[in-house]
Structure formats: structure tokens, C-alpha cells
């Protein structure tokens, strides 16, 4: 037996343990050999991976210590009595290991992979075998029933009572990503409350991009709100958009993703898994994806494209979603400013209807606003658009956006566009030939989008637009010194813009 | 600039930095959704998997803490100031997921994967995807090409002026593990140093077995060889039997075997790469390996017993060792004593041509080294059993055992048979029809094998044999209560041995 102790140590959604080389009670080796152990306590048992210590200060030579998640999840007091066990390792990697020896899965098998994962009984090494099969070969019915278990492996959202337009529809977008400044979501979800159609957003966070759509509605409202207020919410204002992290919805999905991000593999199969089991589990009926392509964006190609949408619609057809997909173009950022501060600029001004309102993003969000709001079958085939244009241009969006920010209410802080401001010259007499996508999101960052959002680059000129030598391409915006430095310096390698 | 602090916490071949959740000079969730930070110092390096830690007693808010090899690694004092960096995954990370997407890939390209693994660049989940990408999908070339990788990124032993029976030629046997009191190295050895032939036996300890040739060896002598005791002793005695823990060959099969090992996911082609990166790092140059085949073995059936066999060959020849691979019986445990004392007990049994040593044990053993012995071209084709047989019945044998043993030195500790003994019953009047080799390694570890090395399983019946009921089928060994509890109540459910 060992005593339990709660170490204040984070280990990001993996269970460690910490164990005292010197621990009499057990043999160390034996358990280090095979990397983990198995925590007990009548009735109570955690899967942990086992980091050894030296310094009793940390874990003495008669406890055991567990990081923070591992010590929530066990849920024993601190100063339990606690056996430990050789591992047994979750039953389902034996499915596992038969998919990457090159069998196909049933649903019932993914099911129990993913009710595994979400009990947190996979380390994150078996997480990654698990992924990978995934990547290296997954058939269509696999990524069905993947989704599916994804979806029951979480809490779903029940959105009864809402008096909408058309009865029972909940209508949703989601863009794939990668293109800086595209923040459709803020136009988009306005235009659609505006209509009477609900439409309940939850955005992430940017975690590599330099700024995600809840880190840019954060300059404008609260976006840190819990469920049953987001629901309240939406039964009033129709839209919400506020970030996802309060609902508990396909949380194996937060699970794979926390080890496919550093790995940066990212399969169209498991796009689809995970787009899908949030938004069903997020009670859309109703749903359209927007997926940019462009030589700098995640989708290079019209083909990639085009497979890429049809799994999107294979899987929605069968999940039971009205499922749209809309192709754009992701061959260079959209609107004027890339970070928080200065996007919240772009949309306010496309709401606003200010002749300054940068045109791409607002013909962009009326699109995709058309698509959906043709989803109402009072609106006639293929005047969605126009009914979207309307709803702009009267000012019906700019109110519902209010009203939204109004319930939502006021921002944690007044966010200021950075001060600190530099140009990037054109070195030549020419036309913009191409915007890099990658290259100018990682000089946003560099300058503190999105943690300091008034930080980012503001583009003065886009695509085949003229510009002289030493006339301005962008300006810079950052708060502190340091970041400003390194922004100005990783630009100065390389600006990101061509001019042909 | 943050302190770099040396937290005494064995993160077991992977690099950990725990970095305070109210730091102050960086912006912890950038990092944390990466999940790596990179930590620098004019011109040192380190890429690291990052804990969050909130107790300040660990990691002050202004520190950051790098667990006990990354900070060996990093090679800085405690107290300097270092940056962090947004990671920069290894360049080489780019192969693998090329390899997921179901690229074959060249020798450079491995070689560039292996220095990184080498130098500890790839994070857990990362050597786990390379892992798998490999057990999807892996041509014979890339076997070998990941085998020379292997080898090039570790210390290669030389053996010039070893005065063997034939020029150059430097011995060695490997058996692919999984049947219990398979000891025969410890009897191959002292036939074939007894011929003449040298053969520098390096062996493991025991991760999930009762007991390995290193741990059955420390019962009768010190295993704890440094590598330059090593070929002093070979020099003189023509063999040994030492631990291979101090001889830094293929360091990184090391590193992917710490991986490997919790998934249990083991092809074919892992398998023959890390015994092969192995043998030649150790400057093996005449190979036998066995292939044990049974139903509770490793290798179940004959046909795939001939894929490995072939593929050990295809490798083996390309990288200019002459190799010979043995089939052998696997259907049941080798001699009579399951855990070190018992095995060590049977092994000394057959040098000493007691007639109560275990016969298959013997036989199995004349048999390897006779394949061995043809090796030397002076020794006639056909007649290299024989000559094994003369060399163990004379006690030629036995003597050039004790001479290993005298130049080894003594075992750390003397190790006795547990005192505490338990016989298990044959349930029924008949002949024993098989013994489960997994579940009898089960019992004699739950026994306390191989950390207590007086505890095991003493076999009294092997397959064929006839037993009454109520006789005693094997004996159960242990030291102390709880274990000898645990294995005969896991006994006690299933003792293992099927009477027909």
C-alpha cells in the first residue's frame, strides 16, 4: 500500500503517476518496464503512465503521486491507502492492433475504442497508434462509425422550444480553416438570427492561427459562456457566438485532437469524424461547411476539394444532417486585418455597411448566409443571397449582431489595436501577385495575435492591386517591444506578399 | 528569460519541461496547444513535452523545470536563464507522415528519422506514429534500411586480435523469447568458448517474463560487466554471459523498444530490425537465431515461423552476417524450472551431465550449438552436434562455464530457492496434454520471479507424462506471503496444465 498524493501538476489529458525510485513497497523496475501502472483502491482503479522521482520533497518513498486530471479522475482523498497493480491495458487496443494490422472496424468495436478514450484509459501513445491506423487506411463505413461513436460518447444539446422560422431546424456552419482574416461566422450568424432561423455558434479558440472567430468576438462580448445560458440565449437572440469550451460535446474529440495537433496529421477522414460529431452533438439539423482552397490554405487543390466533400456529404447523409458543402477561395486572406482587434474592425464594418467595409469578406459571408437561409423552405431556390443582401444592407444584421453582444454581454477587457506600428514596403513598381497565407498568419502571431488582440497585420493591399516601390504593403501592430521585434524581423526575411 | 531548474523526476526516455501555469515572461497557452515548447540558450537546445505545474514549491513562476534526462541533455547549469521557443518539430517528422500517407522510404530518409530518435527530438506520440506507420506498411528494403540506420546511430564494438579458432569469426545466438526456462545460451556459450570459437553473449533482463538469460546468470555470477571487462573476459575465456544494459549499441532501437513495448505491437519487421541493429553493433559476425513455434508461443504457427525466417535471412545476408535460423519446438516450457533459481538449478544440472538434469533442455542446447560449431570451416558439415555433445559430456563444457564465471566474478547477492512452497494437483487420472506457456509465466512472476530470484514454478510433469489424481503437477516458490498468495489463487483459476 501507498499513500496517495494530489501533485499540482497539469499532464495535459494524459493520467501520470510518480513514484519514488526508492519505493520499498513495490518493484519499481517492474512496473517501468512496461510504462505504466494501475492505481487501486476497493472499487476504484486509474490507468496511469509512470514517471519515476528522486526527490522525496516531490513524491516521498512511500506515496504515490498523481498529476492533477489523474488525481480528479481516481477520485480517492488525498492520504488513501492505494495498491498498485500491473497494468491491464484498456481491452479495446486489441482492436487496435487488429486495425493496424489491417482490419476494418465495426461500429460496436469503434465504440468501445472511443468509450475507452474518453474515460481517459489511453495513454497518449496508444492514442496516436490509434490515429494512425487511422490515417494509414480507414474505409468510409469506419469514419460513419466513428463519428457516431464519437457523438455517444458525450453530452448532446437538446434545443426544444425554440421558435424558429421552420420548425425544428437548427442550422450551423463550420469552416474548415486556414485562411486568415475569414471571419464569415460574425456576418454570417447575424444575417441568419436576423431571418428568425436559430443558429447557436460555438467557436474555438486560435491555437495555431492568430486568431480564432471566439478570440475575435471576445473584443466585442463575453464569448465565455456556460450552457444553459447559451441556450436561453439563443431562444431570444436566435444566434449566439460564443466559445465552445463549456460544452461537454464529443469530448473524445478534444482527446485525439490534444495528440493529432502535435503531430500535425491531419487525415480528411478524421476532419470529417470530428467536424460531424460536434456539430451532431451539438443538435445541428442544419449544417454548412466552407472549405477554402488555395495554394497556402489546408485544401491545395479543387480535386482534394471535391473528395473532401463528398465524404462530408456521404457521412451528414447518414447521420441524419441537411448537409451543405460550399468551395471558396482560399488563395489569400480575407478582409483587411488578420488578429483579433483588427478583424472585429473588418466585421463591424461590413455590418455597418461602411463603404471602407472590406468587399471580399462581406460577398464571402453572403454566400454562405444565402446557402443557409435557403435551408428554410419558405425561401425560394436561389434567392437565398438576395434575401441575405437584404438583411445586411437594411441594417436587420447590424441589430441582431447588437442584440447578440447585448445578451452575450460586455467583453472581459477593453482590447486596443496595437501602438506599436511598423510598414512593410513594396520592393517594386507592380501588381500583388500572391499573399501567403501561412507566412502572414505566423507574422501575426509573432506580433502576439491572438493572446495580445490588438496585435496582427493590417493589409493595405490585396491580389491585383497596384503598388509603387516603398509604398506600404502592411502595416504591423504589436504592444510590446519584444514581439514587435521579432514580427518585424521574421517579415523582413520574407513579407509574405509578391509583387509581379 | 526564464531560471532553468533540474527537477529530480525520471520522465523515462522522453523530455518533460513543466513550466508554472502563472508564468509571467510567456504565454502558456500558446505552448500548451502545442504541447511542446523548445528551450534555448545560446546555441543549446532542447525540444520538450510540456507539463503545466500550479504548485510553486516544484516550479516557480519564474523557472522553468526540466526533468532528469532533459536536463542531462540540454547540458546547462541550473540557475542559467533560457528561452522558450514556439517548437520546431524535427525536420525529419516530415518522412513519417509522408510514410503514413503510404510512402516507402529511402535509407537516407530513415537514417534522417533514426539520428532524430536518437537525439531524443521525437516526443512519444511521435516515435508511436513513426511505429505504426511501420507496422502498417514496411517493404523489405525499408527493413533494412531502418536496420543500418540503427546501427550507424550507436557505438559499434570491435573485436580485432581475439585469438578464436577461426580468424575473425565472432559468434552469436539470439532466441526470439516467449517460452519459459528456454535457458540455453547459458549452455551454447560454454560449449562453443569451449571449442574455441568466441561468443560475447550480451542478454537482457526480464521486462515481462519470469526470468531472463541476465537474470539466470546473476544467480550464479556478476552480470554488471562494463564493456571494456567485457572483451578483456572475452579474450581470455572465448565467451560470456553478461547484462547488455552497458553497451550503448543501437541506442535507438532502445528508445523505440520503450514505445513498442506498452502498445505490444510487434511486426515482423520491428522485430528483425532491432535484433539485427543489435547484433552487429556488437560486432557479430555468425548468427543463429531461434525461432521458437507454439500455440502459447510468440510465432504460432510454422508458416509464420517461415516469414520471419526469411525475412531474418533477406536482412541478415545484406548486411554481410552470415546468419542461420533454427525452428524449434515451442509447445511447452524448456527443462523443469520456470524463474531464475530454478532455471540457473537446471542449467548447471545439464553441464554437470547430472542424470536428473532436464533432457530437452539438453537436447535443445546441443542442438543450437552444433548449428553454431558449423560455423568454424574446420568443422565438418553435419557433424557439429556431435562435437557439442563431446564437448558437454566431457565437461569440457562445464569447465569453460566455470571459467566464465570465475572472470565474472561473484553475484551481487546469493540467491536461495523461496522457502515457500505450494504444490498444484492434477485435477483427474491421465497424461499431461499441454502447458500454457503464458499462463505459467504468469503465475511464477505473480511468485515473485524474476526481482525475487529464489521464486518460480518447479515443473513435475511435462507434456506426455502421466499423472494420478491428486498428484502434484508443479510446484509453486516464494519469499514472502503476498506473493505467494497472488500466484496461487491466479492458480488456483487456471493452473495452466490441461490433463487428458
Redesign the interface.
Known amino acids: 500500500m501507498l499513500t496517495l498524493r494530489h ?6 489529458r494524459e493520467n ?1 503517476a ?1 513514484l519514488n ?1 526508492r519505493c520499498t513497497r513495490y ?1 519499481v ?2 512496473f ?5 501502472v494501475e492505481v487501486r483502491n476497493d472499487g476504484r482503479s486509474l490507468l496511469a503512465v ?6 522525496p ?2 513524491v516521498a518513498p512511500d506515496e504515490i503521486g498523481l ?2 486530471p489523474a488525481f480528479g479522475q481516481l477520485g480517492l482523498a488525498e492520504g488513501s491507502a492505494v495498491h498498485l497493480v500491473p497494468p491491464t ?1 484498456p481491452e479495446s ?1 486489441e482492436l487496435v ?1 487488429a486495425k ?3 482490419a476494418a472496424l465495426t461500429d460496436d468495436q469503434l465504440a468501445a475504442i472511443i468509450r475507452d478514450v474518453t474515460d481517459q484509459r489511453y ?7 490509434f ?3 487511422c ?3 480507414m474505409t468510409t463505413a469506419e469514419v460513419l462509425g466513428l463519428t457516431r461513436a464519437m457523438i455517444a460518447a458525450g453530452t448532446r444539446l437538446q434545443w426544444e422550444g425554440l421558435n424558429g422560422v421552420s420548425g425544428g431546424t437548427i442550422a450551423d456552419k463550420h469552416c474548415i480553416g486556414g485562411i486568415p482574416g475569414n471571419r464569415t461566422s460574425m456576418i454570417v450568424v447575424p444575417i441568419v438570427a436576423a431571418h428568425g432561423l436559430p443558429i447557436p455558434k460555438t467557436s474555438s479558440r486560435a ?2 492561427s492568430p486568431a480564432g472567430t471566439a478570440d475575435t468576438m471576445e473584443v466585442l462580448a463575453n464569448v465565455d459562456v456556460p450552457v444553459e445560458r447559451m441556450q436561453a440565449l439563443v431562444r431570444e437572440a436566435k444566434g449566439c457566438l460564443v466559445w465552445g469550451g463549456h460544452v461537454r460535446l464529443s469530448p473524445a474529440d478534444d482527446i485525439l485532437i ?2 493529432e ?5 491531419d487525415t480528411r477522414e478524421q476532419l470529417v469524424a470530428s467536424i460531424l460529431s460536434k456539430k451532431v452533438a451539438a443538435g445541428s439539423t442544419h449544417l454548412l461547411i466552407d472549405i477554402p482552397v488555395g495554394p497556402s490554405a489546408k485544401i491545395r487543390t479543387a480535386s482534394e476539394a471535391v473528395r473532401l466533400r463528398k465524404l462530408f456529404e456521404h457521412v451528414g447523409d447518414r447521420l441524419g444532417l441537411t448537409l451543405e458543402v460550399a468551395i471558396t477561395d482560399g488563395s489569400q486572406p480575407v478582409g483587411r486585418g488578420i488578429g483579433p482587434v483588427l478583424e472585429a474592425r473588418d466585421v463591424m464594418a461590413v455590418l455597418r455597411n461602411a463603404p471602407a467595409g472590406p468587399a471580399d469578406l462581406k460577398e464571402r459571408a453572403l454566400l454562405l448566409a444565402g446557402r443557409i437561409l435557403e435551408f428554410d423552405p419558405a425561401v425560394r431556390g436561389g434567392s437565398g443571397n438576395r434575401r441575405a443582401r437584404d438583411l445586411l444592407e437594411s441594417g436587420a444584421a447590424l441589430a441582431a449582431m447588437e442584440h447578440i453582444i447585448a445578451m452575450q454581454g460586455p467583453p472581459p477587457a477593453v482590447a486596443a489595436l496595437g501602438s506599436l506600428v511598423a510598414e512593410v514596403a513594396s520592393p517594386a513598381d507592380g501588381v500583388v501577385s500572391s499573399l501567403d497565407c501561412y507566412r502572414l498568419a505566423r507574422i501575426a502571431r509573432l506580433a502576439g495575435a491572438p ?1 495580445d488582440k490588438g496585435a496582427g497585420i493590417d493589409l493595405l493591399r490585396k491580389v491585383g492591386e497596384r503598388v509603387r516601390r516603398g509604398e506600404p504593403l502592411y502595416r504591423i501592430h504589436a504592444s510590446t517591444n519584444a514581439d514587435f521585434t521579432f514580427a518585424q524581423a521574421f517579415a523582413a526575411e520574407n513579407s509574405g506578399v509578391a509583387v509581379a
Request: hydrophobic share 50%; no cysteine; charged share 20%.
Open positions: 501533485l499540482a501538476i497539469d499532464t495535459v501520470v510518480f525510485r518493484h523496475e517492474d517501468l518496464g512496461l510504462g505504466r509512470l514517471n519515476i522521482v528522486d526527490d520533497a516531490i498529476s492533477d491495458p487496443f492492433r493496424v494490422g489491417g495513454s497518449k501513445i496508444e492514442i496516436a497508434a490515429l494512425i491506423a490515417a494509414s487506411f491555437i495555431t490534444s495528440v495537433r502535435p503531430l500535425a496529421i493572446t
